[in-house]
């Protein structure tokens, strides 16, 4: 069955040509499109259009409500949180944090028509909740909390209806409500003399309140988009929501469809190594097709990540296409260099500047680091001697610059206290990448992001809030996240891109499906929710078997449409790629007779060969001036370890600039989680910078810590689930076991007087003992903290991983006895050696490692030299000879950079 073309038939023999009173409402607005086009054909002449709505707009045209978009409902509320709590609200960057949870919330109970009062009850006064979780006892700190939370939303539920009762808009979930209150009276009015309802599945009760007041009404007509297979058997969930409708609304005009079982599309099962080679695989196949094959085609994206190598692969000459999804614009390029520019406007530091090694990842960014005047301003970061820098001293100093570089230095201008600076720094961002970029995706990104910048501005000034960098970059990044960049195209001609949503109420000959897994078909993750699954449960708001009913209807509906379907899929031999339940249950149930399995294929796409990257690395002319630039601006303790693990690591590290990227997924990386918790450990402790610290005061800042951990995540990035979740937990646990350690070794009476946090030290090199003239060479180094216990100065390094004692152990030092096992022995042998020529009062230093897993000890584990554990000023010119020995052989002509295969840690070497 061809729904939209019966769907025209039904309106033309029921109304004529005359369709201006008549409304139809369609799953999605390309349902409309082809409907239009079958009204068209058969009428075979001019005609007025029905009115064609959408479930939201529909709702929205009964309830005579305009939408309210999501983060101006979100602004509203936390002006309601804060009328509420009063001192006590939260700002609003954190309450961001939480809030859109809250809201979906109070949507899925207004579309359910619930009465809030019942919902928001004392969750230990609801009877649907298990006896032994809030009842019989006193509260958990947890169970309390959430009580508390808990309430609050229902205030904040009841607020929210009272500050826009009068405004004309309303959240999608009020929408829903007004417009089940109001369909009596709209239905029995003279609106529309006839409302279709068109290939609808899953109904939230408000909206089958709304139809079933227009059937009262004999206003509406239903037709259902369903088949025998999957309606008729009480098991198969394709069809549970069908069922429920039908129960209550009636058949329909249209019976079911008996394709399934008895005309079953031809369908192809192709397995293939990874998401990228399905994509391949597709376009070859596509394109193996002629124009009038590709035009009966449709390309449905179950991973809707894959849209943007589709459209990569796809020739720019194979004709018509058309795209009905958009690329969201928090995936572009655009939307994380607006993140790196927002770090950089919040670490301004009004003397010193940007942090070079943030200005350089600005300026390498992948949108315009090949712009000419990007290149140069590397050039100059890369030679600058400093750690900080204000951006107008590399510019030039003629009075006349170009206006690229002109937006630049307005776009990183300190941020005033004025209301709109940090919109203006964007927009003048945007600005210089109009001049510097000449791509029309780049500027097509420029575009569609300086307009949800406007509306985040717009947003902001309605609701009387001042800009602070934080809650400007948590509601840019939802408004980016949900933005799309449109793609064109004509919906009537060419191959068909769509989403699972975008399929309903379409039909195409042949459907090449990609993302056939677990995790993708179904989705993986439902929106999260504050209301506990219980009460779910008992109130009959959706769960996760109903988001899987929802899925398997769509994925069913195409094989009752379609004559050929390939459906393509990961099988990498790895459990999270399984293929899709829905596969399995075609299997077992509809392909269960011998000889009707659909065809099996595995594909292997030939990949070009790629000679293996070399393992060492002669040191040309350029390389070895390279490393004299490299120990002339400053060699790390990182550096040199990465150099004595792995010399090739180095190579690629330091002088090529390749990063080891992490597959960060749901998770915070490693170098995330050390940078989150360092900056807890220092706004824990700055208040005792330069005086004794005080145990009181240290053990008052606890309570602060999951706050500050939350505060200090890197933009862009949540822990509110997951993975993310159970690693700040753990980073928690850690700190508090540290600090805890350290509080008590304070109340037992012992004294710390804090010296420095975050401390930045250099020193040169000073030159060969035989007499010999070298090219200067820098040593540098940040200590995580400094401190004075019995009149003797520690220098610790905190580490969020773990550390053993004979990793600190030297026997001498002579770099025969230094191996990539003491690599962290030699990074507190240099910040040693470092402190000791910045301060020459000192005779010596105790220098460790804090390995806050297992903070046992709140002194660490010390660098131990021949058995003392202190470093002494006799030993500096021994260490200045280690580390001059480690240059010597950086800048070793005969000895190539080669890798060292016992290293674990430079996957770069072997990539």
Known sequence: MDLARTLADLLLQTHGADLRDVAVMLPNQRAGVHLRRHLATRNGGPLWSPQIFTTRSFLSAVAELEEMPEHVALLALHAV????????????????????????????????????????????????????????????????????????????????????????????????????????????????????????????????????????????????????????????????????????????????????????????????????????????????????????????????????????????????????????????????????????????????????????????????????????????????????????????????IAPSLEHLELSLSPLSAKDGAIHQRLLDLIQAIQYLCTEPFVLEQAYRTAVVLQEVQQALSRAGYKEDVQSYRQLLERLLRKAQLTLSGEPLQGLQIIGMLESRATEHHRVILLGANEGHLPPADGPTSFIPGELRLAYGLPSRSDADAISAYGFYRILHHAQEVLLYFVDDGQAEKERSRFIIQLEHELFSAPGSCPQRSTLRPAMPTRPHPPREVAKSAALLEAVRRHAERGLSPSAFSSFVRCTLDYYYRYLVGVQDAQDRGAGLGNDEVGTVVHAVLERIYSPHFGKHIDPRGLADSMREIPQLLRSCLPAGRSAEEGAALLQLGMARHALGRAVGTEVSHLEAGNEIILLGLETELAHPLPPPTDGSVRPPVRVKGRIDRIDMRHGLVNLVDMKTGSAEPRDLNLRTLDLADIDARHTKALQLLIYSWLYLNRYPDAPRVRASILPLRSSGSPQGIPLVIAGEDSVHRVQLPAIATLLRSLVDRMGDPRTPFRHEPTSAYCRICME
Not at 88 to 97: G, I, S, T, V, Y
Not at 146 to 173: D, I, K, N, Y
Not at 187 to 210: D, E, H, I, Y
Not at 295 to 306: F, K, S
Request: aromatic letters at 4%; glycine letters at 6%.
């Open 81 to 400: 949180h804060s009328e509420l709590k009063g001192e006590a609200a939260e700002p609003l960057h954190e309450f961001l944090l939480w809030a859109p949870t809250a809201l979906h919330d109070m949507n899925e109970v207004d579309e359910h028509l619930l009465d809030p009062a019942s919902v928001y009850r004392d969750l230990r006064h609801i009877e649907e909740i298990d006896a032994w979780s809030y009842k019989g006892g006193s509260l958990s700190e947890g169970q309390l909390r959430l009580a508390t939370h808990w309430e609050h939303h229902g205030e904040l539920h009841a607020g929210l209806h009272g500050r826009v009762a009068a405004m004309g808009v309303a959240p999608v979930g009020r929408i829903a409500r007004e417009a089940a209150r109001n369909a009596t009276a709209c239905a029995q009015g003279t609106r529309w003399k006839s409302v279709w309802f068109v290939g609808l599945n899953a109904l939230v009760p408000a909206m089958r309140q709304v139809i079933e007041a227009f059937t009262r009404a004999a206003k509406s007509r239903i037709i259902w988009d369903a088949d025998h297979y999957y309606l008729d058997d009480p098991m198969m969930e394709a069809g549970h929501f069908l069922r429920l409708a039908q129960r209550s609304l009636g058949p329909g005009l249209v019976p079911p469809t008996d394709r399934i079982r008895h005309a079953p599309p031809s369908i192809e099962l192709v397995a293939l190594p990874d998401a990228i080679s399905q994509v391949q695989a597709a376009v070859a196949r596509i394109m193996a097709l002629d124009l009038e094959e590709r035009a009966r085609t449709c390309l449905v994206l179950a991973d809707e990540q894959l849209l943007l190598p589709v459209l990569t692969m796809l020739p720019a000459d194979m004709g018509p296409v058309s795209v009905s999804m958009g690329l969201p614009l928090g995936d572009l390029p655009l939307t994380s260099l607006i993140d790196l520019h927002l770090r950089l406007l919040q670490d301004h530091d009004a003397r010193s500047g940007h942090r070079i090694s943030d200005l350089l990842a600005w300026c390498g960014h992948s949108l315009w680091q090949s712009a000419a005047p990007m290149r140069e301003l590397r050039a100059k970061l890369k030679g600058s001697r400093q750690s900080r820098v204000h951006l107008r001293t590399l510019l030039p100093s003629n009075e006349v």
